[in-house]
């Protein structure tokens, strides 16, 4: 059975920094791009970056760019999101994704096996 579970979640000051893991088991998804989406209170759930599985190429939600880096470690089966110079609007339940080879990017439709989200909170 397919599993992802996201870890590094927490309280931080506006400015600082935090890093998200996902760790998939149950399959080797080497082969699949994977993403970061997130859900703030009262809005839908949004794109925020993926990797690909052929040369890790990266892309990111325009609002983050430049403050976000998504990476993955092929051995340890991990994605991860480096946040840096977090805002009060980057508060929000972030969630790791497998992409189905044939998906979207930026959708939640292109996306096959989700986590249970951690939350990352801002405070100003």
């Known amino acids: 059975q397919v599993q992802l579970v996201e870890s590094g979640g927490g309280l931080v000051q506006a400015g600082g920094s935090l890093r998200l893991s996902c760790a998939a088991s149950g399959r080797t998804f080497s082969r699949y791009g994977m993403g970061w989406f997130r859900q703030a209170p009262g809005k839908e759930r949004e794109f925020v970056a993926h990797?690909?599985?052929?040369?890790?190429?990266?892309s990111y939600e325009d609002s983050v760019k430049g403050r976000f880096t998504v990476s993955r470690d092929y051995a340890k089966n991990t994605m991860y999101l480096q946040m840096n110079s977090l805002k009060p609007e980057d508060t929000a339940v972030y969630y790791c994704a497998i992409r189905n080879p044939s998906g979207s990017v930026t959708l939640e439709e292109g996306y096959d096996y989700w986590g249970q989200g951690t939350q990352v909170t801002v405070s100003s």
């Open positions: 990797i690909s599985w052929i040369g890790g190429i990266t």
